[in-house]
């Protein structure tokens, strides 16, 4: 059933036609037939200068100057896909990073770099355990999207200040724990991998959670905007889109991961729910119980 879902391109295709679909296609064939200035939103994973393997096809690690040209040779062909007040985000592991910022400076306006807490990983016995990764935030021109208030965090109050009228400053006065809503920096220590018990869980290498997309698609589009990942992987950024009111096109090479992508985009039409977003808020983690605790507001209220 998944499987006829999925499409390959074999001639220039109108966004109608591959609207709301998963391209089933190595990128380097997709991208000489994808419509010109379409996208509103590229948020791009793709595979890090390490040896890994995705489900029997491995990527190998290789020198910095194949590295870069590697990048570079598909960066330069998805540019005529956006829209001129598009933007963009590049994730990145620490070493990846080092070699993909000058390229990204190459094509883009880069703007800020977002460095995101993984609380899993493995120790090591001689070096600082590796427990973050980067997303690059770029545009395409001095015009673009941001809407700051739809990404502020919850945080808890440590010392709730009160005015002259004793009313909460800056906070909510919710009872036993008192929470305010902060501006978002470039320095996030809410997110949670995925595990085996969250249901957006899959046995891909790299997955990225959906709360961390959500960030992004929040901040980054309106409604009704396209959003494309080129390395669609088991299909986060295609699920979130969906559930949040965006159009996407994926493209990814796997026929495995991309039925998966499918599977759970089916799911979001059960469950639209992201985990650490409710309400129209992200929460700090640990905060499943004041969550539901919290009087409700519209969806509208933090736009």
């Known amino acids: 059933m998944f499987l006829q879902r999925l499409i390959s391109l074999d001639c220039e295709k109108l966004p109608s036609e591959i609207l709301n679909r998963t391209i089933c296609q190595d990128l380097f064939e997709a991208l000489p037939y994808l419509p010109k200035n379409f996208v509103d939103l590229l948020i791009v994973d793709p595979p890090y200068n390490l040896t890994k393997d995705f489900n029997g096809s491995k990527f190998r690690q290789c020198d910095r100057s194949t590295y870069t040209a590697w990048l570079d040779s598909w960066i330069s062909q998805l540019k005529p896909v956006l829209k001129p007040h598009a ?3 590049f994730c990145a592991d620490w070493a990846t990073s080092t070699v993909m910022y000058p390229v990204l400076e190459k094509h883009f306006t880069v703007r800020n770099r977002i460095t995101w807490e993984r609380e899993k990983g493995r120790g090591a016995q001689a070096n600082w355990k590796n427990a973050s990764e980067d997303i690059w935030f770029c545009t395409v021109s001095e015009t673009y999207t941001f809407n700051v208030n739809a990404v502020k965090l919850k945080r ?12 909460p400053k800056d906070w909510d006065d919710t009872g036993s724990k008192n929470y305010r809503l902060t501006h978002p920096s470039n320095l996030w220590t809410d997110i949670t991998v995925p595990f085996w018990s969250m249901t957006e869980n899959t046995d891909h290498p790299t997955q990225k959670p959906e709360k961390l997309v959500a960030k992004l698609l929040l901040a980054s589009s309106n409604p009704g905007d396209v959003v494309l990942d080129p390395f669609l992987g088991s299909g986060t950024t295609a699920v979130v889109a969906k559930k949040l009111g965006r159009q996407y096109v994926g493209i990814e090479q796997d026929p495995d991961y991309c039925c998966l992508a499918e599977k759970r ?3 979001a039409d059960e469950d639209p729910t992201i985990q650490g977003y409710a309400d129209g808020v992200f929460w700090e983690r640990n905060t499943l119980a004041a969550q539901r605790s919290c009087p409700k507001k519209s969806m509208s209220s933090e736009a």
Do not use: E, F, T
Not at 156 to 167: F, I, K, N, S, T
């Open 265 to 267: 985009l089916a799911l």
């Open 87 to 89: 933007s963009v985000y």
């Open 156 to 167: 808890q109050v440590m010392a709730p200040y009160r005015d002259l009228a004793g009313h």
